[in-house]
Each structure stands twice: as C-alpha cells, then as structure tokens.
C-alpha cells in the first residue's frame, strides 16, 4: 500500500481523491499496488466526505511520518499567503526526500528553479503537468520529447475563463460585463475573477512553459499583462471584418542577440491562419515552436476540477513508480526579460473622430492624418459609424504611443488599441 | 563521448544525423556529454557525406562493440523484407542490453509488445516516439500523461500524404489523380504510394496507438483499412454542403462488453465541430478521450525529415540519459478486435438513378424507394445533377449492405459510400 496526503482539498485537490476512487482498477493495475490517501490536510472542516476521517491540522504529523512517501499539494491559489505556505511546505517536504505532486502554479512559476534544485539533491520527484493546460499534456512533452530542439516560442490560449467570456461576446454579441456573468452563471469564472481576467492566470502558466522551454526561471512579476475587461463588441466585430478573433494571448519568443526573452500576455486578434484561432469556448491551445519540429499545439479544456485532478493523479503514479526523472531549470531573477515595448508588433487601432476639431465627413483629411503617423496603416469602417479602425505595423512601442498621441492631438479619440499576433 | 549506430541511412536516418550535427550545443548541454555516431549501416554505399567514413555492412560490428550502447533503427519500410530484418536487428540488440530507438512503425505495430518485454527483462530501453505523428509528442503523453483515465477512444488523422491530397482536392476541385501527382511533385507522396493513399501507414500506426492505449498488441492485419482513392470531387462538394470535410481517419475504440476493441481506417466525412476538421495539409491531429480528461488533441506536421528526426534524437537522449522508463503491453494476437460491420455508423450514400428503371425526375418515387429501406434517411441534392445523396444511420454494416442491394435492386447505381464520424 502506498501512503499519500493531500494538502489543500478544494476542487482540485478533492478532484484527486474522486480519480483515484474512479479510477482505482487502472491505476493500481499500472503501479502493480494500492494508493491510499492517508492524511488530508485543510483549513477548512471537511465534513460528509468518505474520506472525513483522515483530516488534520498539522502540517508536521505528515511531515514525520514515515509512512508517507508522497504528498499532493493542491492549496488554492487565490487565499492570501497560500503561495508562500505552500512554498514552505513543499520545501519542507523535498528537504526530506519527500515526492511532491502540485497543481499550484503560483509556486512552480515563482519558486520552481529553486524546488526543482532541492529535488534533485535529495532524489525526490517535484512534479507538476497540472500546473499548465489543466489535464492537456505539456510540461512533459516539452522537456522530454522535444529535447532535441532549440526551442524559440510559445504562442498560448492558456485561460479558459476567458475564451469562454470573448467566445461568448464573439457568438452573441455580447457585452464584456454580460458575457462574465454567464461564465459565472455556469462556474466557469470565479466570484472575484480578477485573477483570470486581468491575465494573472495566464501569466504564472506562461511563466511555467517560458522556465521549461528556455531554462532559465522566469518570475510572474516580469512580465506585462493585460487583461480583457477593455473589450467591446465593436472590437470583436471589426477584428471579424479583417478575419480574426481576439484571443487571450500568453507569448514567450527567445531572442538571440542579445541573448533574451521577450514574454506578454494580453488580448490579441488572431488571424484565421493560426490553429489558435478555431479554439473556443473553456479550451485551451498551446503552440509550441521549434528549430525543427516546427509548430507543434496541444489542445484540450484546459481547466476543470477532473482533468486537472486526472493530470494530478498521473504524476503521482509517475513519481511512486519513479518512471520519469524531474524537469530542471536555472535560477534566475529574470533580468534576462527584455522590454516588451522594444518588439515589433502590429496593432489594431479604433478611433473616433472628435467633431470638435475634425469634421467626421471629411474622409480626406482623416485618411492624411493617419497616413502622415503611420503611412502603412490600412484603414477600415468600423462596426460603430461614429467610429474608424486602422491596422498598423510598428517597430517599438515608444514610437507608436507617441504616434497615437499625436492623432489624439488632430483630434482622433482612441478607443481601443490592440496587438495582432 | 556516447558513441551511438544508426541502421538504415534514409530519409529519417540521415536526418537524425543532422539533427545532431544542427542541435549540438543544446543536446550536449542537457546529456552533459557528447554522442558521437560511430557506425552507420546501410546497404547502399553512402558517398559525399560527412560521416561516409562511418559506413558498415555487416551488423554484428555494431553488436559486438562494447563502445556502442544505442542503436537508432530507421530502416527504410519500404523494402521487401525490410520489417523482419529490423526486428531481427533490433531483438539482439535489446536482448544484449544495447538501447534501441526507432522510428519504424512497421516493426512497434508488429513486434511491439514482444520487443517490449526483452528490453524490460535486460534493462535496456526501447523508444518508438517517432514511429506516430512524426515530431509531435503523443506516445509519451498518452502512456505517462493520461495513465491516471481510463483511455476510451482514440481519433485521428495519422497520415500526411492522404490529408494533403484530399485537401488539394478540396480547394481546388481536383480530382484524385490530379492531387495525387501534385503531392508527388512536392515530396510529400511517394512514387509508389500506396501504403499512404491505401491507408496502410495509418494502419500501422493505430494499432501502436491501440496497443499502447489499451494494453495488448494490436496487429495490423486485423484491422479493416480502406484507403481514398475512390472519393471523387463530387463526394467532396456534397460532404460540404452538410458542413463536413473528407478525411482519412484511423480510430480504435474501447468496447466494455464483451471486453474488445473496434478499429478502423477509413475516409469520412468530418463535421465541422470536430477538432479534426480544421487540420489541412500535411498535418496530422490526434484526438485522445478519457474518461476523466474528456478530449485532448495533439497537432503537428506528421512527416518530414527533421521533424522525424528530432523525435528520434529525443529518444536517444532520453535512452542514454535514461530519464523515463519503458512502456509495456501485452502480447496478444489481437483476437480481441471485434467486427468492424457490427457497429453502429452513419453513412453518406451518393447514387445515381438508373433512367431504364426509375424517371430521374419522379421524386416522389425516389423519396418513397429510399425512405422504405432506410426510414431516418436525409436527402439531398447532390453536386451532380444526375445524382443524388443521402446520410442514413446504421446499426450493422451487413443490415446496411443488404439495404443498399435493395436499392440498387430498384434503380439507384451507388457511386459511393463513405463513413461519418
């Protein structure tokens, strides 16, 4: 019998529990022996559960019990100070030679380099596939089998709650503010779903993937994101007209000369010509980008209590049975990041025209307004008659936020700005 | 220094070499050591290469010396005879104890499980990631990632040749031939291609697939295989006018009770909210369900010499370095496998009215004759105004043929019958 705790058994952690009860004829077929989850730890009373009974409080009774080779570390994110005790208790637990499986992507992002290392000295395994894609298989693919290439990017729909919110207003029609409250409605965003929106979620992800491709920690706290509360309707119509979708994009390009990484979340319109484009609804897509595997995408719901608790429980058989040595990458402070305004982009622009200073009707002064900013823009009728949108390539971002403000200053209200992928 | 043999000089094998060669520094970074290519077996002579002065002919060179602990087996499958002699190749190897990676899917589908059992028994590992889906990551995945579900159902689109010419077809309105030849000029069909376009290849590899999935060797001739050639333009216009594209698609599914297998290759027209709709061209997507993780699909391009290769190189790396552990399946002579006719289907029919028989323009009498053998038939008009076609479901493939005989009984020349998935 092979003895295991949870830490942490909110969904995903009471997810892991359900699996290894559905599941028990193929997983103890595969380990060739019995798993049983001996403590649960949580700060919460968990009552009407079969497994009731094995609630403590103290993190230290599994820490010194022999028994215990093997803990699952679900502890949910969003509770002030929960990154840090997991943290600690992961660390604890490795020091040890304790195996430790998590879901817990704000500590693999923020702490990963450093556990892994710890790990690896004490030949314990620090596993954590359902940290990225939920139940979509990434993080192993990545760093086993497409070892033999250099690796240059990471192109990612990573946030299901999001897609689900734009793939809402993109079908219906709908309005940001309505289309979060049917994502509410069906469990698919949090109460408070600053986290999700605002691209904090994606952000840990992309940190975890761009760590694993390039080798080196990247902490969250370097990296620009920007959510999709900004989003109209308007924005999704006339991304339509040019054949695209605005998706939630986590992006992390290696850069050669100097040796950098250049990494970004935020909205963007993807072209019909990219596999992100077709993925909707809670799905998550991951492009990967290599020297000569070319694009490889990983595709799947990327979020929900059983697929992730199912990529849980996979990496706790892998670690029992030792099938897979841990995953490695370098400490860093991510002074390697480089400014994301210093990379050529090309955006979307929707304005309107302030009748004050232009006359509206006037297409040939606002076609040489625009034209004399940014003489490669393509300009188009926006869904809202009021208003225009052009499309643009520019070379760094200083340049194109003093182009946009000297169109404020001709008298063009700038409503929305957005990246194309 | 890792001296490595690489046996079969190919496309693949050769590529190999190259990946190696491009990749040095990131290779050697992450195994802490270089791999040099000692030998290379092939039975023609390989002149003009760098490593032409590594050229052998006779096997046991390799076998008998103690420097070599991996083999790369890519032995073209082409060649008459040429499975056997890599399966004997690769079993004395393994039985020594020496690492084989392979990306010969003729020889896994065969010899998999039996292979398997030697390398379990004498530590040595055999790794096949290349042998499905080219450079795209899915063994690995499925047997490490997705152990903790019990695995249902695997769909895809296995072979890029077929995937390339039907969708020549269908963008351009060519005929068969027409894209047949098209795809030879571009290198991505053979000069013979039968073993693409007859759906062999795909054969193959749903059964590494199958076997891997559910545990027990599938082998490939129990599997009922059709290939494409007989789909015409016309059968392509009508799959669109009901939102579907024509694929080859290879799919084994898990049948409860009586515990078997169902698997088939065949064309079929694909819906469009199916995750395999959207692949075009020579890409390859695998869609896996189970019964925790819903869908996940994998994407890439399935062929190519470097994309290949850099799963095999990643194969060796992880061999030499021994990072992950073998696979495993049972030995089985796939008796298992139930008859592809007693499944439940839905067709697509196109038919021709015979004028000695039926008035072409009484419809009523058409209607009538189709919905008295098959009741829950869709009629439709078909892209060629002498014909018609219709979708029917079928409970049993024998119940359906005797039903189409009674068609063709009262006056309807079926010029096709093509699945739906």
């Not at 942490?8 to 892991?16: A, C, E, L, R, W």
């Not at 919460?44 to 022999?66: G, M, V, W």
């Not at 077709?278 to 990983?298: A, H, L, R, S």
């Amino acid at each position: 019998m092979l003895n295991i705790a949870i830490i942490g058994f909110g969904k995903i952690g009471s997810g892991v529990a359900d699996v290894f009860a559905e599941n028990e004829s193929v997983i103890s077929k595969k380990l060739g022996d019995t798993v049983n989850i001996k403590y649960i730890l949580d700060i919460r009373e968990i009552k009407n559960h079969p497994l009731s009974d094995r609630c403590i409080r103290d993190f230290n009774i599994i820490l010194n019990d022999p028994d215990i080779s093997l803990i699952v570390e679900t502890i949910a994110e969003t509770v002030p100070g929960s990154t840090l005790e997991a943290y600690k208790f992961t660390k604890s637990a490795l020091e040890k030679g304790v195996n430790v499986v998590t879901s817990n992507k704000a500590v693999v992002a923020k702490f990963g380099a450093e556990l892994l290392k710890i790990a690896a000295e004490t030949n314990a395994r620090y596993f954590f596939e359902a940290s990225v894609g939920g139940g979509i298989p990434i993080i192993r693919p990545i760093y086993n089998c497409l070892a033999a290439n250099k690796l240059n990017k990471i192109t990612a729909i990573l946030n299901g709650t999001t897609n689900f919110i734009l793939t809402k207003m993109s079908n219906e029609g709908l309005d940001f503010d309505a289309a979060l409250e049917i994502a509410q409605e069906n469990g698919f965003a949090e109460r408070d779903p600053s986290a999700d929106i605002d691209g904090i979620d994606s952000c840990r992800k992309i940190c975890i993937l761009s760590s694993l491709a390039f080798g080196r920690q990247l902490p969250p706290e370097k990296v620009y994101a920007e959510g999709i509360r900004y989003i109209t309707p308007d924005d999704i119509k006339n991304a339509e007209k040019i054949g695209c979708r605005i998706k939630l994009i986590a992006k992390a390009e290696k850069i050669e000369n100097p040796d950098a990484v250049y990494v970004i979340v935020a909205p963007m319109l993807v072209p019909r010509n990219s596999p992100l484009y077709n993925i909707e609804d809670v799905f998550n897509g991951i492009v990967v980008t290599g020297n000569v595997i070319g694009d490889v995408m990983f595709y799947g719901q990327g979020a929900g209590k059983l697929p992730t608790a199912s990529a849980v429980a996979a990496d706790v058989m892998d670690a029992l049975l030792k099938s897979t040595k841990n995953m490695m990458w370098e400490v860093s402070d991510g002074s390697y990041v480089s400014d994301y305004k210093k990379y050529p982009a090309k955006y979307y622009i929707r304005a309107e025209v302030d009748p004050n200073v232009l006359k509206p009707d006037d297409l040939n002064s606002i076609y040489y307004l625009i034209g004399k900013t940014f003489p490669d823009a393509d300009i188009y009728e926006s869904n809202n008659s009021k208003e225009l949108f052009f499309t643009v390539h520019i070379s760094d971002d200083y340049k194109f936020d003093d182009g946009i403000k000297n169109l404020s200053d001709a008298g063009f209200k700038i409503k929305s700005k957005i990246r194309i992928l």
